[in-house]
């Protein structure tokens, strides 16, 4: 497996881990401000991971900016996949309540979420090629 493949993997469940842990601190919180700041707090940290996966990617891994910018898209789905698979099992086995039909969400999720991931990954890569240009080094 290449490394790419296993950040992307490893990314994706924490994008997962993000989404689950954040929403169970939102619905124990004691007033809807307090839900607020948690989901707030989901999406800041998830920026970060977001803006670290690009940085390793173009800076550390050197890859092009559509590569690059692949890779962040793809981590991006797959945590959002995760979290439609999480959404699906508790609509199916939660209370009665929360039972609606959100199977469109395992194809609708990870294509939210994951073609903006992919626009802003290639701008912001592409931004960084022009202001940091990466240094081919030839072959021996």
Do not use: D
């Amino acid at each position: 497996m290449s490394r790419a493949l296993r950040t992307v993997i490893l990314i994706g469940a924490l994008y997962l881990a993000i989404g689950l842990i954040f929403s169970a601190l939102a619905g124990s919180a004691s007033s809807h401000k307090i839900q607020v700041v948690w989901r707030l707090l989901a999406y800041l940290v998830s920026a970060a991971v977001f803006s670290a996966h690009v940085a390793y990617e173009y800076l550390r891994l050197r890859s092009a900016p559509r590569i690059a910018a692949w890779h962040a898209a793809a981590a991006v789905a797959l945590g959002a996949f995760g979290l439609a698979v999480a959404a699906n099992l508790h609509a199916r086995f939660g209370p009665a309540a929360t039972r609606h039909a959100i199977g469109v969400a395992i194809i609708a999720w990870p294509v939210l979420c994951g073609l903006p991931a992919f626009v802003v990954a290639f701008a912001a890569t592409a931004v960084l090629s022009r202001i940091r240009p990466q240094r081919i080094e030839p072959l021996h």
